[in-house]
């Protein structure tokens, strides 16, 4: 079990072994910035051939430190890293950050010393950030434990926690903040992560109670259910989470037997899953700090209206355009409003929203102030931005009056001032506004700060929902591989998943009276282990009316795949009613490396991997859950009514989207891949008349007698 992270970033005592008296090196910085920062705590550096350091005692060894040190900053070159460990836990030293470099990023022989030193870390119960990182800073307590060039300025403190996987990339981003004046109150890079991950920093730093908002830089996630319990307290906690993580195009979809397999490329799983966790995903490092310093600034708006008062008609059009790009809407203001804004500004101006006050406020401040407060006060609008440019010479002015909206203010509001004065954007800043540097940023951390506050609204409306959640009772076939249809079709009716009645037939007798029982038509598909999308070899007849179509049918249909595949092992073939739909999709299960069973809807039937408008989410969803889904396809149009035609069952696709999911979670580390397709859709019904059904490649203890098992050849099925 995991040990608590706070002798990490919260220490009483620090030791910084391998401490140099040149605070010119990387080795003396830590000792140099401790002092210089205003560290409380008491500092030992450890250098066997030093007397003192910085005015401080040098300790001779690990050994000889006293105790009740809670870090230690190792400073050693990597040959000399795996022994300090075990000499520190031997100390009782809890936590460690490690700078050197040499470890798994080198190669082979890397990998076997950050092996030997996770094993040191696990033995000697220290925890460690790193190796191979930029270390941490707590800025509220001083606590200095980087070279990073960063800690060279000034260090201040702020409500915002940021985690990095990269060194140089996350002081950039920091860097970036800071001249921005957002105070980050932690920083830690999190490096190789042979212990400390990137999850396990967030957890510890986002639990102060001095932080509003959790910030990171993500390059691989290694632990997927981590991130998911540390959204739900985020949630609980009412932080908001954003996030910056590369690699978008980078890693294409392993190969896989089912269309869901072969979609899920790691990025399109990750981008579901945080969607779906409230997490906020930003585009690059300003959007980041966009996002962090609305949130940090802004309460949480009570719904989606935003309201937009410029000095340029222009630049309220180019904001309106680009949030209803974002899918949201720019709400007209109400009659009533739109009167009392109309007695504040020129006749030219205009009042519906966008709100353009022109340049006249310039004369006259209260035109923009009240304007502002009307807009506000309308009930249909939650949210508004300000835009205006340049403004050099009435800087003073313009601060004071937008200090005066947010105290009279009821609902959040941000600036967009383009080529604004700096003196003007520190002070708007120090007094907790946020103003962004133009029209489309503005909007797009706007949007980012609504669409938090709804995933907020949403978590806490599904509390319930899901303390109640029970996983599926269902039991898998023994073996490993594709599970025969009729095993599968057991399975999900067991799960209370929806698929047409399906019988499966050796012979063409038995495939008559297999038609005969679940009612003319039918549809006939080839049954074999070996050839999972039967389409590819022309494996499906449709449409069979009567007996004997069937009978003649089966014949033709074993031999026509047999001299297709000649090497698959053909059971016999599956008969079913034929189901007709309104819209096809795929549901399928995934067990991704990352984040496990995940679960995957789209729009497509067979060209679905043509098409990729597909989303995916973590096992188990709730209703709400799988109703976002369902709205984040593109083609999400296609499921209401249109040109005389009804919408499809909605809520029989949510519901079949939650026993999927159920399955999925209840199958963790059992089933590899699942695909329903298609999942036909009608006004009345949702079911699945296709089913790919994949168990990883290991015994699972069950029972199952299976008649589609015999394997029987295709010669041996026509004589039949």
Not at 324 to 345: F, N
Not at 356 to 368: E, M, N
Not at 638 to 645: I, L, N, S
Request: charged fraction near 25%; aromatic fraction near 4%.
């Amino acid at each position: 079990m995991k040990t608590s992270l706070k002798p990490l970033v919260k220490p009483n005592a620090i030791a910084v072994v391998g401490a140099s008296s040149d605070f010119r090196k990387v080795s003396g910085r830590p000792v140099k910035w401790l002092i210089e920062k205003g560290y409380k705590g008491k500092i030992y550096p450890v250098n066997p051939k030093a007397q003192e350091i910085g005015g401080l005692p040098a300790i001779a060894s690990i050994d000889d430190l006293p105790d009740g040190v809670d870090l230690a900053v190792v400073v050693l070159p990597a040959s000399g890293v795996v022994q300090a460990i075990r000499d520190l836990g031997r100390k009782g030293v809890p936590a460690a950050v490690v700078f050197a470099s040499g470890f798994s990023e080198i190669g082979e022989e890397g990998c076997k010393l950050e092996a030997e030193l996770r094993e040191a870390a696990r033995a000697s119960g220290v925890r460690i950030c790193g190796p191979n990182c930029l270390g941490l800073f707590n800025a509220f307590e001083r606590v200095i434990a980087s070279f990073s060039q960063y800690v060279n300025g000034e260090v201040p403190a702020g409500p915002i926690a940021f985690v990095s996987q990269s060194g140089a990339f996350g002081t950039a981003i920091s860097a970036l903040a800071r001249s921005r004046g957002l105070g980050l109150g932690y920083f830690v890079n999190t490096g190789n992560e042979v212990d400390v991950t990137f999850v396990d920093a967030m957890r510890e730093v986002i639990e102060d109670e001095r932080i509003r908002v959790g910030a990171g830089y993500i390059e691989g996630l290694k632990d997927g259910p981590g991130l998911c319990d540390l959204a739900d307290r985020a949630m609980e906690l009412g932080k908001p989470l954003v996030l910056t993580k590369v690699g978008r195009t980078g890693a294409g979809a392993r190969a896989a037997a089912s269309h869901t397999g072969s979609l899920a490329g790691e990025d399109i799983v990750f981008d579901g899953v945080v969607r779906q966790k409230g997490i906020i995903r930003a585009r690059n490092e300003e959007h980041m700090l966009d996002l962090v310093e609305v949130l940090s600034c802004c309460d949480l708006p009570e719904g989606a209206g935003i309201g937009i008062a410029t000095q340029s008609g222009g630049a309220g059009v180019l904001m309106a355009d680009r949030i209803e790009e974002l899918g949201l809407s720019v709400p007209r203001l109400s009659d009533a409003t739109q009167a009392k804004i109309q007695e504040c500004i020129p006749g030219f101006g205009a009042t519906a929203n966008p709100v353009d006050v022109t340049g006249q406020f310039v004369a006259d401040p209260k035109i923009l102030s009240e304007s502002v407060l009307h807009m506000l006060d309308d009930p249909d609008v939650d949210v508004g931005i300000v835009w205006l440019q340049l403004m050099e010479g009435f800087a003073d002015t313009l601060v004071s009056l937008f200090e005066d909206i947010k105290a009279r203010a009821t609902k959040p509001f941000i600036v967009a001032w383009v080529a604004a004065p700096d003196e003007a954007v520190k002070a708007l800043r120090k007094r907790g506004i946020a103003v962004l540097r133009g029209a489309e940023p503005a909007v797009d951390a706007v949007v980012g700060l609504i669409r938090f506050a709804e995933a907020r609204r949403q978590w806490s409306a599904d509390r319930e929902v899901r303390a109640k959640q029970q996983l599926a009772q269902v039991v898998i076939p023994s073996g490993d591989g594709p599970l025969s249809t009729v095993d599968a079709v057991r399975v999900l009716k067991s799960a209370g998943v929806s698929i047409v009645p399906t019988e499966f037939a050796a012979s063409a007798e038995e495939a008559v009276h297999a038609a005969e029982s679940v009612g003319f038509p039918v549809v006939m598909k080839i049954e074999s282990a070996d050839i999972l999308h039967k389409t590819e070899v022309d494996g499906i007849r449709l449409g069979l009316k009567m007996a004997e179509d069937v009978r003649s049918c089966f014949a033709d249909l074993v031999s026509s795949v047999a001299q297709k595949r000649p090497d698959a092992s053909i059971d016999g073939v599956v008969v079913q009613p034929m189901f007709k739909g309104d819209v096809e999709v795929v549901i399928g299960l995934q067990d991704d490396p990352v984040f496990g069973n995940v679960i995957m809807v789209g729009l497509g039937g067979v060209l679905v991997e043509v098409l990729k408008d597909v989303a995916f989410r973590k096992c188990p969803l709730t209703p709400r859950d799988a109703s976002n889904m369902i709205d984040s396809l593109m083609g999400a149009a296609m499921f209401g009514a249109f040109r005389g035609r009804q919408g499809i069952d909605r809520d029989a696709l949510v519901a079949m989207l939650c026993r999927v999911s159920e399955l999925g979670a209840a199958t963790e580390g059992v089933l590899r891949e699942l695909d329903l397709n298609p999942v036909m859709l009608t006004g009345e019904a949702a079911a699945a008349v296709d089913v790919v059904m994949v168990r990883h490649p290991r015994q699972v203890t069950s029972v199952s007698d299976s008649k589609a098992s015999s394997g029987l050849s295709a010669a041996a099925l026509m004589e039949k």
